[in-house]
């Protein structure tokens, strides 16, 4: 481990800090400013297997299950720190001149950023997939930077994180957005986690070593119809469609065999010294298809769990299919982790800076 990694992990708030959290799904990004170190003061998720996971691992934490059109946030003004969520991506109307707040009048960005409004947070954070970025030719993440400025927020450049960087063994890229309120960006300076030169493997992710103090525990998982398992095991490790013989192409592909493109996700076996390509809301669909390295199946609900650096004794409640969509849509909780890690390296210098005056 570097010397810079080392120092990485070793921030800690010097002072309480508070955060609020929007669209918390199963709790990742949460879960990752909770270590390092932010005290959450409230949770918004309309799902309500995501929030019946949430209280059964944190009963102490205020949930509110319901949509966030009917949340009024006006109590938390000016009494927190980092707000935080991760909207969903809907393209805007464009009827306005201004493209900014109204503009995006219907949409979850719009409830986001009303309850920033009532809040004035110090810091906003939000995230989403990379498509955000050509999402609309580009329109959607322009008024986004728009409604941004007129919130009295100075955005920091956005910037993709690759999971990979941040000791989470997955492919997964998301796109960040901090904004510092305008009245304190002399005092408050933002910057991005350094990355761990260390990348995990699906060997780190689901054996003892590093990242884990042991073995990944049973679960339940899916399984595949008999004539799936018997394609799937002709495929090697980290291969795909294309390693199966011409004509089992041809059956499992059907009418995909004559179009183009690489469809690399379609049969897919991951490999023990590779991270996990991106996990989706279901292991065993045929566009994204994630089967086991050695074993013949789909991942199953812990070993998702574990891909997305969940600690093995965070629970998950609903179905199958609700654990593995839960899972799916989760920030990385290490991704999490090291984005609140700079969240609070920017806080701490603030408070040394008003203490030194």
Known sequence: MSDAWQME????PIQSYTSIELFAGAG???LGLEKAGFENL????????????????RPNWNVIEQSIS??????????VDVLTGGFPCQAFSYAGKGRGFEDTRGTMFFEFARAVKEVQ???LVGENVRGLLNHDNGRTLETIKHTIAELGYVLVPERVLKAIHYDVPQKRERIL?????????DVLKFAWPIANTRIYTMRDALKKGDLFDCDVPFSEGQAYPKRKKEILDMVPA???WRDLPDDVQREYMKASYFLGGGKTGMARRLSWDEPSLTLTCAPAQNQTERCHPTETRPLTVREYARIQTFPDDWAFVGSISQQYKQIGNAVPVNLAFAVGRSLVRMLNHAVSQENAA
């Open 9 to 12: 992990l070793s921030t800690r």
């Open 28 to 30: 990742g990004l949460a």
């Open 42 to 57: 409230l949770l918004n998720e309309v799902d309500k297997y995501a929030c019946a996971t949430l209280r059964h691992n």
């Open 70 to 79: 009917n949340v009024d946030f006006t109590a938390y003004l000016d009494k």
């Open 121 to 123: 947070p110090k810091v």
């Open 177 to 185: 957005l901090v904004a510092i309120r305008q009245d304190l960006v």
């Open 238 to 240: 980290g291969g795909y």
